[in-house]
């Protein structure tokens, strides 16, 4: 069975500042999706940016980026600048059976950033 | 832009009760999928329907079931509800445009079992 795992519960930042959050996964598959959403107090599950495995460029989405390791199955998301805005659970997470309908997302344990002024 | 609707935002429920969860897939969404997050918790896979079909099961108990109607809206029936039923539920949904690859989520519905 796939898993995901978030090996750093909480972390912090100051504003401007960048911070790199860490994602490890375990899978058999060659191709998948990996993702990271953000959740705030809202609780909303807010899509930040995605990375198709087939992929060697690893993708980004204005200050955010990710640092895909296909080998070594990693997937860190870094926030450039960070704003008051980013702070928010942040999830990684993991989908099988790429065109597949219907396939769930598996997610890890989620880190808890704090941003600072 | 359209997003996915779930009702209600919000629910309280006595132990033992039934409950039902509504979700309003984005236009042309073929595919539904429903998780519960519970407190300071990762969101759980419960089910997933595409075109109406059961797709995908995960950790959905058997006191619970859900559907897809013709118009791909999505209930989740519970019933028997227990304490630790108390949770955010997620529906989310995706198009066939783009491989079912991106999973767009519903604001949740927030249970709380007394």
């Known amino acids: 069975a796939q898993t995901v795992t978030q090996s750093q519960p909480e972390m912090s930042v100051q504003e401007a500042e960048t911070v790199t959050l860490s994602c490890t996964y375990d899978?058999?598959?060659?191709?998948?999706?990996l993702f990271w959403y953000k959740q705030p107090p809202s609780r909303q599950m807010i899509l930040v940016i995605r990375?198709?495995?087939?992929?060697?460029q690893n993708a980004t989405e204005n200050r955010f980026s990710v640092n895909f390791q296909k080998a070594a199955k990693s997937f860190s998301l870094k926030i450039s600048d960070s704003q008051l805005g980013d702070a928010a659970m942040y999830f990684c997470?993991?989908?099988?059976?790429?065109?597949?309908?219907?396939?769930?997302?598996?997610f890890g344990k989620g880190t808890t950033l704090s941003v600072s002024s | 832009a359209a997003g996915v609707i779930q009702s209600p935002r919000h629910l309280i429920k006595e132990k033992r009760e039934t409950a039902t969860l509504k979700c309003y897939p984005i236009p042309r969404h073929d595919t539904v999928y429903w998780y519960q997050q519970g407190p300071g918790q990762d969101p759980q896979f419960l089910i997933s329907f595409y075109e109406k079909m059961q797709s995908d099961k995960g950790s959905i108990p058997d006191r619970f079931s859900a559907q897809q109607f013709s118009d791909y809206h999505s209930e989740l029936n519970m019933s028997s509800l227990e304490l630790g039923d108390s949770a955010l539920y997620f529906c989310a949904s995706s198009p066939l445009a783009g491989g079912h690859n991106e999973q767009f989520f519903g604001p949740g519905t927030r249970l709380t079992v007394l």
């Open positions: 997470a993991y989908r099988a059976l790429m065109y597949e309908a219907g396939t769930a997302l598996i």
């Open positions: 899978t058999s598959e060659s191709d998948y999706y």
């Open positions: 990375q198709e495995a087939y992929k060697q």
